[in-house]
């Protein structure tokens, strides 16, 4: 419909000495018959014209009412709810006090630091005498809807991922609000906002950088985006012409379901990654093994003296033990490469023993660390970890006078801080968070971050594949670095140094050409090898148009999705809207791109299950991971895990201790948030992780899975309890057949019919049809089954940063 303007002296929103009520301003005018109201904006009259020519993409679950806009379904769900409910504000609102001149009210600014989650600001206070979870026991009431029945469970369906995991609102919700013009005056219609230093996720990578741009047109079909526009133009031309996926999908996503090629993917059959149940090495045929480069080779008799010299006579270490000597370390060293390094490939196994005196002995130390947490002998683990807080401190003290390292110094401190926090003890996992700041200072120090320039080509020798091969790991180390930190703010919410925006540095070549095992192969590779795209344009493409080349490797695409996390950290959406400095509508828009990044994400990673045959390992270790771990970015967008964690009873959260105070907030705010869109998506997010998982872990293990996923599967099951116990009361789950009580504190699962009772538990709810359906399940609080299977898993895995997790679940299962 096109839009009408006049001219008029004054406007609906001018005030008496406004400067804008002092000229003429030019007015929008709807054509609409009968409407005629008149905007200062045109992306306001855009919007406003939507409630004449479209059919609204959103309703309210308990009064039908339909909506343009996820924030105003937000603001009118509130409206449903008890004044008693709400939570109170005496505070004038922001727009009002600027009015006044009213300063008293305003809230002391708050400057986030590392180990510190932005949703937190109080102080730290004692500990709360008794951490149990705080919520209602009796019923609540429900809407007056009935329910649909239980589906009749007879199998549980295979490994399906949908289209669409993120249910995302109908185009006519999905609409920008018109392009933003960053040098534009701030109007009482827009408080100030701080959406420039988002501006270059929308803006084209500048060709002076050196990277080389990749085009939406080459593979987003559909994309009319125009590389030349500037500020968030593009962006929002392109959700216009590519609009999110509708809110429910009823079929599979393509290639999924096919028995004939699902063993090559199945984890609990693959060599990498599978980690439930390794039943030999009769699937390792299905993969790429060209790294293969002997361990011997790599540690020999010398280079284990040297290894261990630095650290004989200390008496908490047996270095003499059974379990560290030379065909010992060479296992570990082996099980590295086989579960940690397809995830992480940012060591290049067949020149590392080529390479001028071998492999730092240091480096050798932090991977064979990293090796014994895959390992059944236990007492190895127990040597490396009392070992990796002493070559730390090595490490820490011969670069005090240069904090400018080489790349080897740089990867044994990497390594070493990922051994601690997620292999470690806990005191082992609080302490290496205390260490990550400097080690992200470090990094960026040394330039890792940085796009130096590297020669335009490599002699086809093997001193060039030598060369090549130091110039690639030193931008593997920055990207690994930066997957560290992501990961870090997203499991541990503590906060984000590397951000996704500082990242300069190219994408990492290709897997084949990593993979050569002589520099033949790699100079043979090398004429063929295309230009690695530039990374904000990948994420760009993927963040607001929902495109991802197709043909992006395994790695590049497991740095994507921490770019997707990384964004939706920087936001920081809750901060910014209580602060009035972004306005909730276009922060609602923000998230709505950002959960379409999300879906593009795994319909890639489905995609690509049955495409890449035989797939590599590292093709196999990033969807194993980057499935939970992407379904975990679509909870954290919409949900604050903080205060899930206090409500279910997290004595510490981002390593500070939580005061009852706290714990009382927490559930105040969540109470309201169970009612809105936002919580509704959250569960069902969370409900999908759970399925993927539930129907992974057939032989009841975490041991071999990547350390992100138990901390993913636990996130899902605190949101699925909290959703559940908040609208109908917390259920006592304690009284079930197969769990007993030999113990007060430590019961006995059976774990085959926990697994039963939570799959049927999260089919049930998945059959709904939508997350808008979800309140009028019955029996969301009992999710016992969940809880147990998910108790019996962290149970079972030897890593220090589950043992909290464990014990909240565990505390769940006790009786009311």
């Known amino acids: 419909m096109p839009a009408g303007s006049a001219r008029s002296p004054t406007t609906e929103n001018s005030r008496a000495g406004d400067p804008a009520s002092a000229e003429e301003v030019e007015l929008f005018t709807c054509d609409e018959a009968g409407c005629g109201k008149q905007f200062r904006r045109r992306d306001y009259l855009e919007r406003h014209q939507l409630n004449h020519t479209s059919t609204p993409g959103l309703v309210c ?116 609000e018109g392009a933003l013009d960053f040098g534009a005056s701030v109007t009482d219609d827009s408080a100030f906002n701080l959406e420039d230093i988002f501006s270059w996720l929308a803006q084209p990578t500048l060709a002076q950088e050196g990277e080389v741009g990749l085009a939406s047109s080459t593979f987003a079909s559909g994309s009319n985006t125009t590389r030349g526009s500037t500020g968030l133009d593009a962006l929002a031309q392109a959700a216009h012409s590519s609009p999110p996926p509708p809110l429910i999908q009823d079929h599979p996503g393509p290639g999924l379901t096919d028995a004939s090629q699902s063993h090559l993917w199945d984890p609990r059959v693959s060599p990498t990654f599978g980690g439930m149940s390794l039943s030999g090495t009769e699937h390792h045929q299905g993969f790429d093994t060209g790294l293969e480069t002997p361990v011997e080779h790599i540690i020999t008799a010398e280079k284990r003296l040297k290894m261990l010299e630095p650290f004989r006579g200390i008496p908490s270490i047996d270095l003499d033990s059974s379990s560290f000597t030379l065909g010992a370390l060479h296992v570990y060293l082996e099980l590295f490469f086989l579960h940690f390094a397809p995830l992480y490939p940012v060591l290049h196994r067949p020149t590392l023993a080529s390479r001028s005196e071998g492999a730092d002995p240091f480096l ?275 949900s604050e895990t903080e205060l899930l964690r206090m409500l279910a009873g997290a004595p510490r959260v981002a390593g500070r201790l939580i005061s009852p105070s706290e714990r009382m907030l927490a559930q105040k705010k969540l109470l309201v948030w169970v009612t809105t869109p936002d919580g509704q998506i959250a569960t069902w997010t969370a409900l999908q992780l759970l399925q993927q998982v539930f129907s992974w872990s057939s032989e009841g293990r975490f041991s071999n899975t990547p350390s992100t996923t138990p901390w993913c599967c636990y996130i899902a099951v605190v949101t699925v309890w909290a959703y559940g116990s908040l609208l109908e009361g917390r259920m006592d789950l304690s009284r079930q057949s197969w769990l007993s009580w030999p113990t007060a504190d430590q019961p006995r699962i059976e774990p085959t019919l926990a697994l039963s009772h939570a799959r049927s538990y999260v089919a049930r709810l998945l059959s709904c049809g939508g997350p808008s359906f979800l309140p009028q399940v019955a029996n969301k609080n009992n999710v016992a089954g969940v809880v147990a299977y998910t108790a019996h898993l962290a149970g079972n895995v030897p890593w220090g940063h589950m043992e909290s997790p464990h014990k909240e679940l565990i505390n769940l299962l006790k009786p009311c």
């Open 364 to 638: 050798l130390l932090a991977m064979v660390c990293l090796g014994t947490a895959f390992a059944d002998d236990r007492q190895g683990l127990v040597i490396a970890r009392a070992l990796h807080q002493r070559i730390r401190t090595r490490v820490f003290e011969s670069i005090e006078d240069e904090p400018r390292v080489a790349v080897p110094v740089l990867q044994t401190l990497l390594l070493i801080g990922r051994f601690g926090r997620e292999y470690a003890s806990a005191a082992h996992h609080d302490m290496s968070q205390v260490m990550h700041s400097p080690l992200c200072i470090l990094s960026d120090f040394s330039g890792v971050f940085l796009n130096d320039s590297y020669p335009d080509s490599y002699p086809p020798t093997a001193e060039g594949w030598v060369a090549w091969t130091a110039d690639e790991e030193r931008r593997r180390l920055g990207w690994l670095m930066f997957l560290t930190d992501t990961g870090n703010a997203a499991l541990f919410r503590h906060t984000i140094m590397v951000h996704s925006f500082a990242m300069k540095i190219p994408f990492p070549c290709s897997d084949q050409l990593w993979r050569a095992s002589t520099y033949e192969q790699w100079a043979l590779r090398l004429q063929y090898e295309k230009p690695q795209p530039s990374f904000r344009d990948a994420l760009r493409d993927l963040a607001t148009n929902g495109a991802i080349d197709p043909a992006t490797p395994s790695f590049s695409a497991w740095i994507l999705v921490h770019g997707l996390v990384s964004i939706s950290w920087t936001l920081l959406w809750r901060d910014l809207a209580d602060l009035s400095m972004v306005q909730e509508s276009r922060i609602a828009t923000w998230k709505d791109s950002l959960r379409g990044g999300f879906s593009s994400w795994l319909r890639w990673a489905s995609q690509q299950r049955a495409a890449r045959l035989p797939p590599t390992e590292t093709d196999s270790a990033v969807y194993w991971a980057g499935v939970p771990f992407c379904l975990l970015g679509g909870i954290l967008l919409l």
């Open 61 to 176: 679950h308990i009064c039908s009412r339909g909506f343009h806009r996820s924030d105003v379904l937000k603001k009118h769900v509130l409206r449903h709810q008890p004044v008693a409910s709400r939570e109170p504000s005496t505070a004038p609102s922001s727009t009002k006090r600027r009015r006044t001149g009213d300063s008293s009210t305003s809230s002391r600014a708050f400057v986030p630091t590392h180990g510190t989650s932005p949703s937190q600001a109080a102080a730290t206070r004692p500990p709360s005498p008794s951490p149990a979870p705080l919520l209602p026991l009796a019923p609540a009431v429900f809407p007056s809807a009935t329910p649909p029945p239980p589906p009749e469970l007879t199998t549980f369906p295979n490994l399906t991922l949908p289209d669409n995991y993120f249910p995302i609102p109908s185009a006519g919700a999905f609409q920008f």
